[in-house]
């Protein structure tokens, strides 16, 4: 059974994104990331910039993160938080793209978005905390933040932003169809996993 969508949700620093995109290019298929926050702050009026953190961070409590924005925005709709309403546009954003075609879609909390559909294939990447120091110093370069903490923090944002919005742990197996040690397998042989599994997923009613 062809999965024709994949989700990547990912530890920071295990090379999620690149194993995404890289499963993208070889399938020839379109992928949202980047290109997912544009498409939200175009239907959303928000600064992509603050899209781009909000989907890192807890939700706000209060209307007040209306002041931070860099553009102009809508009014509060039926007294949501920002967080809330972009969580909206987010949510109906991932369903349409999901509805336009195969795709891979990273993070967003994208697997929770279409988990009922059948056509789709959840994934998680994790990995050693030395694996993933390592590697955001090689990309991102030092920070006055120990490369450690900055992964702590980082992860812990993502796991509360979560939570909130799909009442699910992040990370916990139960919630993908695998879960790929980048570390472990390394970040070509976890493309490879995936590309077999979207093109010979058994059908588990036959």
């Known amino acids: 059974m062809k999965k024709n969508i994949i989700t990547v949700s990912r530890e920071f620093g295990s090379g999620g994104r690149t194993i995404g995109k890289t499963v993208a290019q070889r399938l020839g298929i ?9 498409q939200v ?10 899209i781009e953190e909000q989907g890192e961070f807890a939700p706000g409590k209060t209307h007040f993160a209306f002041s931070f924005l860099g553009r102009g925005v809508p009014g509060v709709m ?15 954003v991932i369903l349409d793209l999901a509805e336009k075609g195969p795709c891979v879609i990273v993070g967003r909390c994208a697997d929770y ?11 998680f990447i994790h990995a050693s905390m030395d694996f ?42 139960q919630n ?6 980048s570390s472990v397998l390394g970040i070509d ?7 077999d599994l979207a093109e010979n997923c058994p059908d588990p009613t036959e």
């Open 30 to 38: 379109p992928y949202y990331d980047k290109e997912l926050v544009k």
């Open 41 to 50: 702050a175009l239907e959303s009026g928000f600064d992509p910039k603050y």
């Open 78 to 92: 039926g007294g949501m938080t920002a967080a809330d309403f972009l969580w909206t546009i987010q949510h109906n």
């Open 113 to 123: 978005i279409l988990r009922d559909r059948t056509d789709c294939l959840h994934t």
């Open 132 to 173: 993933r120091a390592h590697r955001i110093v090689r990309l991102y370069g030092e920070s006055e933040v120990a490369p450690e903490k900055r992964l702590q923090d980082k992860d812990a944002r993502r796991r509360i932003n979560y939570k909130h919005y799909t009442d699910r742990e992040w990370g916990m197996s």
């Open 176 to 181: 993908y169809h695998v879960c790929l040690d």
């Open 189 to 195: 042989k976890c493309v490879d996993i995936i590309l």
